[in-house]
């Protein structure tokens, strides 16, 4: 039975009406990016310097610089003639999964488990869960009561932001596991895909709590109407 996510996305999304006007003032930030094209709204369109794409590297996964860059184009849902309010993000890395830019991450090769990963890595759906080996240790993805969950022994780790619920076209997916961060414990690049949604959401083991697996981070995609 397919899943549905119910995700609070962390970037600000346009509703569907009439378009803005074009902002010309710098909004450099944000930590966490996908390539693509979206609303006004969904995107920094000026994201500055400083990002890492993770990418693959012949059977290798590696973060290395790259550039980002934003640019404008006309958004046949939101814009009149002549508007352009849509944001098109792109990098020099043309194969990267993610953009990243937090201080503690570095360029390299990185260590990574033997999941199927990328963008249609194995769903994550209610009475199927993914099991993942890393260094030895066994976690589990799974869900529970319209959540999902890493799970390692008796730990139970909640991944913020996913929402499975069946009967609805979507889906949650495992995109990436490994050592991101370099602090020999896993990390997390999990898809979403549904209710007129779609993107990724970060868990990094390197920024967690007491007694917890992982750390939300950050979540980008954008909304269609």
Request: aromatic fraction near 6%.
């Amino acid at each position: 039975m397919k899943s549905v996510l119910l995700l609070s996305l962390s970037a600000t999304v346009l509703a569907c009406a009439a378009a803005p006007a074009v902002s010309s003032e710098p909004d450099i930030g944000g930590t966490f990016l996908l390539a693509g094209d979206y609303h006004e709204g969904e995107a920094p369109v000026h994201p500055g310097a400083g990002w890492l794409a993770l990418a693959p590297v012949g059977k290798r996964w590696e973060l290395l610089p790259a550039k980002v860059r934003s640019t404008r184009f006309e958004d046949t849902i939101s814009d009149e003639p002549g508007q352009r309010t849509g944001v098109r993000i792109a990098s020099s890395r043309k194969n990267a999964l993610a953009l990243l830019r937090l201080p503690y991450l570095t360029p390299g090769p990185l260590e990574v488990t033997d999941n199927e990963t990328g963008e249609s890595g194995p769903l994550i759906e209610a009475g199927s869960p993914v099991d993942i080996r890393f260094k030895g240790l066994d976690f589990r993805i799974e869900t529970k009561n319209k959540r999902v969950f890493l799970v390692k022994g008796a730990q139970r780790t909640p991944l913020k932001e996913l929402r499975v619920e069946p009967g609805i076209e979507a889906s949650v997916s495992l995109q990436w596991a490994g050592d991101l961060d370099r602090d020999g414990e896993l990390d997390l690049l999990m898809g979403y895909s549904g209710n007129n949604s779609s993107g990724s959401c970060l868990f990094l083991s390197a920024q967690k709590a007491k007694g917890f697996l992982l750390k939300h981070i950050a979540c980008h995609g954008g909304i269609g109407c």
